[in-house]
């Protein structure tokens, strides 16, 4: 069986934006937030849009 070999550079990992770590109890979560610099809409409209469709799915 012939071998082929990876001629691609690797994947690196994108830095986060953001960090934020948080511990519950005894764990601690470390968290990187990621946001799409291309996204049109504003953190605050998906914020009211995400409300706004769990208040007509009725998880509340």
């Known amino acids: 069986m012939e071998k082929i070999e990876n001629t691609e550079a690797p994947v690196t990992a994108k830095e986060p934006d953001g960090r ?9 979560y470390n968290i990187g937030i990621h946001f799409n610099h291309a996204s049109t809409e504003s953190m605050e409209d998906k914020v009211k849009r995400l409300i706004q469709e769990d208040i007509k799915a009725g998880n509340f």
């Open 20 to 28: 934020l770590s948080m511990k519950i109890g005894r764990t601690t």
